[in-house]
């Protein structure tokens, strides 16, 4: 019914022609006393003429139509699936459809160039910072004091920029190596504690990790990097505080009873560049590490909560359910 609608209003100028001309000629008839009966017949073949007619052009346009609507939606539009043009106007908008088609190639073909060329040069760009990042750790291992300790405190935090640099250009890449398999939980976890052991014995403070027996689909390293993520947002917002991190049922919590997040910040805290008020207190957040453990979640399956209340702390969720996933 909806494609008759449409097809009637876009036939309207030619219906209301028709009927024009069709009472134009009874008036004309009318005018030399023709019998009723002629004029009668020659009607009714007119209108059976324009019926099937109608019917035969309504068929090519629904057909037309359709073929449109199949192939609508496409990431690529495929040129060599739409209908054939039934006059020149039509052929003119094809030719001008494979013209922008052929410039959205080109210009998708030169953003992915780009893309490539930047991943390139900042994973060449991390490989060489990494040299003078680790000699500068084996210098200030000889300096225990708590001037070296401070200094290598925030060594840790550069190397830790780099990498998450280094994360978030391959994260929006075709690139990325995932490598899914079943992986225990605690060991991750245990990883992840021991590299950020400095920052919890500077900031005085105190982990509490129970063993969770957890295994999950998903890539080791990836999983990882957001564990990190959320381990180093307790130890700034916790100072001389206390992070616990347990797992029941599929899920990985990690809780501090650190400053908490406003509620008006809650909604938007996995959004990019999205600092709230903790990040505008500590001019050194970029809004980009909460970000990174959503999209890292979404593509390996997992999900990510935060509940928090002001000034209480907050518990972060980590679903690792993916029953739609099998292991071969």
Sequence with gaps: MRLLWEYMKERAWTAALLCLCGLLFALVLSLYDLPVEAVGYGAVLCLALVAVFTLVDFG???????????????????????????????????????????????????????????????????????????AMRLM????DTDRGRELAAELFRVERYVELVLSYLRLGGDAT???IRQADLDPILRQAARKYAPLFIRGRVSLDMQETGLRALTDEKWLQLVVEQVLSNAVKYAPGGHVKIWGAADQLFIEDDGVGIAPEDLP????????????????????????????????????????????????????LARPYLEVE
């Design 60 to 134: 090519r346009w629904r057909r037309s139509i359709r073929a449109l609507e199949a192939i609508s939606g496409q990431a690529a539009l495929a040129l060599s699936l739409l209908p054939e043009a039934s006059g020149q106007k039509e052929r003119d908008y094809q030719a001008l459809l494979a013209e922008l088609n052929e410039t959205r190639r080109s210009i998708a073909s030169a953003a992915d160039a780009r893309a490539r060329e930047t991943v390139d040069y900042y994973t060449m760009w991390v490989h060489q910072i990494k040299t003078p990042i680790a």
């Design 140 to 143: 200030l291992q000889e300096d």
């Design 177 to 179: 190596d995932y490598v």
């Design 268 to 319: 938007r805290i996995f959004d990019r560049g999205f600092t709230g008020c903790n990040g505008r207190m500590d001019k050194r957040a970029t809004g980009i590490g909460l970000y990174l453990c959503r999209q890292i979640c979404r593509r390996l399956g997992h999900t990510i909560g935060v509940d928090s209340e002001l000034g209480r702390g907050t518990r972060v969720t980590i679903g």
